[in-house]
């Protein structure tokens, strides 16, 4: 499989994993108000891929409040630059060969998600997810003193 392969199906299972639209990216509650209040409670956020790296959220946190969330998710995927110069004699590549590259490299990549919610609250964590793979794992914390499991 060559490079260019496998950088496409990274990208794929990327805005598979992230952007499918289908609410896979789930909050669970581990501490604060609202692990206080109902420990199972799991918060699904909707997801949209706007790019191969990043796309919208939403979500609602549970009640009383209800309130509507939305906010960006985002991806890095790393990248290897290489430079070739060298000095050439044949006929065909008289002088020198040039080049400049960058690919993308598998591994795990890192990611991040923010929200702000209609009544100011702001929901922001990380996450990390394996290059082809369509899940990943990660934690987050918003402005009320609440701290959540993020897992897709």
Same mark, same amino acid.
């Given at each position: 499989?060559?490079?260019?392969?496998?950088?496409?199906?990274?990208?794929?299972?990327? %805005?598979?994993?992230?952007? +499918?639209?289908?609410? *896979? &990216?789930?909050l669970?509650?581990?501490?604060?108000?609202? =692990?206080m209040?109902?420990?199972?409670? &799991?918060?699904?956020?909707k /997801?949209?891929?706007d790019?191969?790296?990043?796309?919208?959220?939403?979500?609602?946190?549970?009640?009383?409040?209800?309130?509507?969330?939305?906010?960006?998710?985002?991806?890095v995927?790393?990248k %290897?630059?290489?430079?070739?110069?060298?000095?050439?004699?044949?006929?065909?590549?008289?002088?020198?060969?040039?080049? +400049?590259?960058?690919?993308?490299?598998?591994?795990? +990549?890192?990611g991040?998600?923010?929200?702000?919610?209609?009544?100011?609250?702001?929901?922001?964590?990380?996450?990390i997810?394996? /290059?082809?793979?369509?899940?990943g794992?990660? /934690? =987050?914390? *918003? /402005?009320?003193g +609440?701290?959540y499991k993020?897992?897709?």
């Amino acid at each position: 499989m060559t490079l260019r392969a496998l950088l496409a199906l990274s990208s794929l299972a990327l %805005v598979t994993a992230c952007g +499918n639209g289908q609410g *896979d &990216m789930r909050l669970y509650p581990l501490q604060g108000p609202i =692990a206080m209040q109902s420990p199972a409670t &799991m918060i699904p956020v909707k /997801s949209e891929d706007d790019t191969d790296t990043s796309g919208t959220i939403s979500f609602r946190l549970p009640k009383p409040d209800k309130t509507r969330c939305t906010g960006t998710w985002t991806s890095v995927v790393p990248k %290897v630059t290489s430079r070739e110069r060298g000095l050439s004699l044949t006929l065909r590549d008289t002088g020198g060969k040039f080049k +400049n590259a960058s690919e993308d490299v598998g591994g795990i +990549n890192s990611g991040e998600i923010y929200a702000v919610c209609t009544d100011g609250t702001r929901v922001q964590g990380t996450f990390i997810m394996g /290059s082809g793979t369509q899940s990943g794992t990660g /934690s =987050a914390t *918003d /402005s009320r003193g +609440n701290s959540y499991k993020l897992l897709f």
